[in-house]
């Protein structure tokens, strides 16, 4: 089956910029040929690399000089880049129903401004959150929020329960994904007041599209046990790079280790495919492509020091939210379909005056 | 050099009881000859295996019949567990200057309010921490708190910082232990408000006791680019989790991958050598013993379920907080030292009235 579905890629986004974002995008052409790309970047590097790819020759190119810096604060980002810059522009082709997702490697804080000025958030949706793939043993959860949004009280983090659930849905195809609300006990009766408030809220209101099993820990989040696991977005962030971290850190002891006598490194070489199988499991590439929820359209954050694989992941995330309607799945779940128009037209209205 | 220390044991704490604790007693008289234990428990259950213990003939036992469970509430705890258990008799010792440190590898919950609800929290502290060792690529870092208390305003993490450098100072034998707060990015304006606070106050008042390097994330606990990690209980409880949940989930990889064929097998018995080291290196016996932090006494909290070599560990670390005098020197930091007596009357006295 063809489906036609139009991403928008910041071209100029990341470390190693348009090279990277080509040729992921050629990766994901492979797997997903219906997808129309749009690229927003510099005509006069963009121009020579479409020339390579020939899977992209049917893409089309917007050219603006402007790009958003990697260290520039979201203000200055939003100063310096509205209207102009490749990573604005993405967006704006999301909001004028040009494209159906952005997609960046750019700037987070910077993207996520942007995101969240010119698309809004949906109706019912105070704030947005970040929402991002983690490894388990048993395949992969979706956590959310990884730091796009600071604290929460109890309805967000019930919101954060219903679009990490759509997300899930998409992803993995479970019917009623299992979510999971992270807390530092699983007793009803510890942890900090909104996540035990929105934890009542959950187990009282049966929903078709989630089914909420309790507080989750720190250590359950890698085991499959849920297929969401909510939290604020400070908490979320420490936790995402915590493990981050401790990955690397036994990376280097097993790297130090195996290098530590001859009949250690005879036995790394003779293990190869078992190293090679562990690499693969702990991937980060495979998991890349953080999903921005709660706003007006699709917009994935793509890690910005990525390769051509892992730029390509996030794409088929962004590819996978649009073919499946993710916005339409989370107005559903918030059941705020049917009012969705005038809430959103009174909001512009309200926006506008104030 | 033979120091007197005197530790008093809940002998009944921990899922495997008695066993552990005085096999544990026994291993750190091997390291340590100086310290006289007292164990709190049945007197039916431990005199058995103190015939068994050759070290500990000089132990006092001190018998009763109540233990605290694992499942209980913190609350239910003191009310059951008062004047009475084990655990509650093991601090008592302390309060009364009967023993310089209490260790107990019962419940957490109802240790900590044991803790608080009998030796005070010290003055210009409002709220105890629970600190432990994190083990990093060149050694291990102090990270508190780890769930003794959730949330945190800014003095209260300033005087994490301090304590957390008192206990790494002992620990690590550093004269100005580098500490950093854990926030969702290292710019000063990144995060929750308490921790920008927290981290202004300390870059603006020079402490001889520490050195503040500013901010750290989750991926920098474990590179050892500082020795004092500070954040409040939430979100150091999740961080430890999700840290110990991730070396988990790494070496279930590791065991199937390297199980997963003939040749893989040979390998991992070749460079079993490198295998042992990176066990040894994970190890988390070795960094068992948290250290409760902020109250008028010192009381550390083995994990439940570690062994007698674990169980040593954290009476190791009991023994040096009392050999270096950890309490005066969090006292002296918080420049609490001289008016300390006065002030500890003037808040017994309103505690009892209140």
């Known amino acids: 089956m063809l489906h036609r579905v139009r991403i928008a890629l910041d071209a100029m986004g990341g470390d190693h910029g348009p090279a990277i974002v080509l040729a992921g995008a050629e990766l994901s052409l492979l797997r997903h ?75 987070t804080g910077a993207l996520m401004a942007m ?40 309805p967000h983090l019930v919101n954060l329960a219903v679009m990490g659930s759509a997300m899930a849905h998409i992803l993995g195809d479970i019917a009623r994904p299992k979510v999971g609300l992270l807390n530092i006990g699983v007793e009803e009766v510890k942890g900090l007041e909104p996540v035990r408030e929105a934890g009542r809220i959950l187990r009282e209101t049966a929903r078709p599209q989630l089914d909420y099993v309790g507080f989750v820990e720190g250590n359950d989040i890698g085991t499959g046990k849920v297929d969401v696991v909510v939290t604020e977005g400070f908490t979320g ?25 001859l009949r250690n490194k005879l036995g790394y070489l003779l293990a190869r495919g078992a190293f090679n199988l562990l690499r693969q499991k702990m991937d980060p590439r495979k998991f890349n492509g953080g999903v921005f929820l709660g706003l007006n359209g699709v917009v994935i954050k793509s890690h910005g020091s990525t390769d051509a694989e892992g730029y390509s992941a996030a794409i088929d995330v962004g590819y996978e939210m649009v073919h499946q309607d993710l916005l339409s799945q989370i107005r559903h779940a918030l059941g705020r379909e049917v009012p969705a128009i005038p809430t959103t037209e009174a909001q512009a209205a309200g926006g506008a005056a104030s």
Not at 122 to 133: K, Q, Y
């Open 115 to 154: 995101a969240k000025f010119h698309l809004k958030t949906m109706a019912g949706v105070e704030r947005p959150a970040i929402a991002a793939r983690w490894p388990t043993l048993t395949g992969a959860a979706v956590v959310l929020d990884l730091g796009a949004t600071i604290g929460a009280d109890a």
């Open 33 to 107: 040929p219906g997808i129309e790309f749009v690229l927003y970047g510099d005509r006069a590097v963009i121009a020579p690399l479409l020339m390579v790819h020939a899977r992209l020759q049917g893409a089309r190119l917007v050219h603006t000089e402007v790009s958003v810096k990697m260290d520039e604060k979201p203000s200055q980002a939003l100063r310096n880049g509205r209207w102009k810059s490749s990573m604005w522009l993405a967006i704006d082709a999301v909001k004028k129903g040009e494209a159906d997702a952005a997609i960046s490697a750019g700037n």
């Open 237 to 261: 962030n420490i936790a995402l790079k915590t493990a981050e971290g401790t990955a690397q850190q036994i990376a280097a002891y097993l790297k130090s280790a195996m290098g530590s006598s």
